[in-house]
Nanobody, 115 residues
Framework: QVQLVESGGGLVQPGGSLRLSCAAS????????MSWYRQAPGKERESVAT???????SYSNSVKGRFTISRDNGKNTVYLEMNSLKPEDTAVYYC?????????WGQGTQVTVSS
C-alpha cells in the first residue's frame, strides 16, 4: 500500500519559514522523482519543486531562491524548506512521487501565510 504523508504545514507570518515533510512507504522511494505541488483557492494546481532520483533539483520561478527541496533516501522522506514566505504562497501543498507511468499523491497539508 503506497502512502505519502505530509506534515509541517500551518499558519506563518509573511517573511517567516516553514519546513514540510513527506514520509513515503509502499514503493522504492529512491528510484522515484519526488515533487511538491500546491493549489491555492480558485487556482490550478502547480508544480513547486522536484528532486529527481539522481539528486538533480528543479524549482518554479515563483519560489526559486526561497524554497529548497531535499530528500533522505534512508528515511524515505522528502522535505520542502520554505523561507521568506509571502501571502501568495498560501495553498494546500501536496507531495507527489513519480516514476514512468506511476504517480502517487499525498493528501496535502495547508500552508497559510498571513499577518
Amino acid at each position: 500500500q503506497v502512502q505519502l504523508v505530509e506534515s509541517g504545514g500551518g499558519l506563518v507570518q509573511p517573511g517567516g519559514s516553514l519546513r514540510l515533510s513527506c514520509a513515503a512507504s509502499g514503493f522504492t522511494f529512491s528510484t522515484y522523482a519526488m515533487s511538491w505541488y500546491r493549489q491555492a483557492p480558485g487556482k490550478e494546481r502547480e508544480s513547486v519543486a522536484t528532486v529527481f532520483s539522481t539528486g538533480t533539483k528543479s524549482y518554479s520561478n515563483s519560489v526559486k531562491g526561497r524554497f529548497t527541496i531535499s530528500r533522505d533516501n534512508g528515511k524515505n522522506t522528502v522535505y520542502l524548506e520554505m523561507n521568506s514566505l509571502k501571502p501568495e504562497d498560501t495553498a494546500v501543498y501536496y507531495c507527489v512521487a513519480r516514476r514512468s507511468a506511476n504517480t502517487y499523491w499525498g493528501q496535502g497539508t495547508q500552508v497559510t501565510v498571513s499577518s
